[in-house]
């Protein structure tokens, strides 16, 4: 049940801070072209719109904290798995956990240095240039984001542990498209019997 909860806000929050990201940036960019064209200029330049580049900052970052998290949980990060490939048995199983596990106490680690700087952040007066939100708001996603992702790596480290798989991205898959059979793709390329090439 929280394990759904937490898939679905990591795939949420993601996908509405690179949305709305994109609407920002959007909108600034048409601004800055509006703000040239005589007819409406007037009216465009009242808009102070200098928030917007701070704005897509602070979204990024929380999308990259999250999306670090979404990475751990699907195996879309690169790693270099030379050594792993070359052992086998438990070896190789000993080698993972390890990694594992030197990644949850890496991500914990950042977690709680970053609860630690969020806490003693929050009690200064601290705001942004721009958008004059208190810094605590923004660097927020450090604590948090690191937690979701040292859940993560204890999570696949668990179900590896009790014989699951790694979670594995197949670079090469795209989602919407079927994969073709190559003997099925050639036989149709081949030109019926007594046809013309």
Not at 129 to 143: F, I
Not at 151 to 163: E, K, N, P, S, T
Request: net charge negative; hydrophobic share 55%.
């Amino acid at each position: 049940m929280i394990n759904r909860f937490l898939n679905h806000l990591e795939e949420w929050l993601i996908a509405f801070l690179i949305g709305a990201a994109t609407l920002v940036i959007f909108f600034a960019v048409a601004h800055r072209f509006l703000s040239g064209v005589p007819v409406i200029q007037d009216y465009t330049i009242q808009l102070n719109v200098s928030w917007a580049q701070e704005l897509c900052i602070f979204m990024f970052v929380w999308m990259a904290k999250f999306g670090a998290a979404y990475g751990v949980r699907t195996g879309i990060h690169v790693g270099v798995d030379v050594i792993i490939r070359k052992l086998t048995g438990r070896p190789q199983r000993m080698l993972i956990l390890f990694g594992l596990l030197s990644g949850a106490l890496f991500t914990g680690t950042v977690a709680a240095l970053g609860a630690n700087f969020v806490w003693h952040i929050g009690h200064t007066d601290q705001v942004s240039a721009d958008l004059e939100v208190p810094m605590w708001w923004v660097y927020l996603c450090v604590p948090l984001g690191s937690s979701l992702m040292c859940y993560r790596f204890l999570q696949v480290a668990w179900a590896f542990a009790h014989g699951a798989e790694l979670p594995h991205h197949d670079h090469g898959h795209v989602d919407g498209i079927d994969d073709i059979d190559p003997n099925e793709l050639l036989a149709t390329a081949r030109p019926a019997p007594g046809a013309r090439a």
